[in-house]
């Protein structure tokens, strides 16, 4: 894992219920890892970073590393899910079978983000968010709290 890449910045649309359903399950596995910043491109007086357009943070999620390289696309789902622990897709995505499918298809769902039900959307990371939720709340006995996993 690059440490250059951590505190990785990322450019995603809270507009799509599709991206705030993703977004949601790594802000609350953040909590613990804090190796991710969270930018919405369509929050109200956003103002594209120097580097990229608005246009181009809407096409592809973006992420910018803490050493200011640009991630796009695949790489960025990749760097985001190691940052919080998820390393099993990291990992899968960046297999040499899955990754060029990966790398064709996600412009294609990029693309059509919101065409996605926002019950869909929530359907598809509901397990996700359940388990992203109690690793979130500390777990206590006996004055000593901790965290799910921990």
Not at 46 to 59: H, I, K, M, Q, S
Not at 71 to 79: E, K, M, Q, S
Not at 114 to 142: I, K, N
Request: proline share 6%; hydrophobic share 45%.
């Amino acid at each position: 894992m690059n440490q250059n890449l951590y505190p990785l910045t990322l450019y995603y649309d809270g507009a799509c219920p599709l991206c705030m359903a993703e977004m949601s399950n790594l802000m609350l596995r953040n909590e613990r890892a804090q190796r991710l910043r969270f930018v919405d491109i369509a929050a109200p007086g956003f103002v594209a970073p120097a580097g990229a357009t608005r246009e181009e943070l809407a096409r592809l999620l973006h992420g910018q590393a803490a050493d200011g390289r640009w991630l796009r696309g695949v790489d960025t789902f990749v760097a985001m899910y190691e940052a919080v622990g998820i390393s099993w897709v990291a990992r899968s995505l960046s297999a040499p079978w899955l990754r060029p499918l990966a790398d064709r298809l996600y412009p294609w769902v990029a693309g059509h983000r919101h065409l996605f039900p926002r019950w869909l959307a929530h359907g598809v990371f509901e397990t996700a968010l359940r388990r992203a939720a109690r690793q979130s709340v500390p777990a206590c006995a006996d004055g000593v709290c901790r965290r799910d996993g921990s």
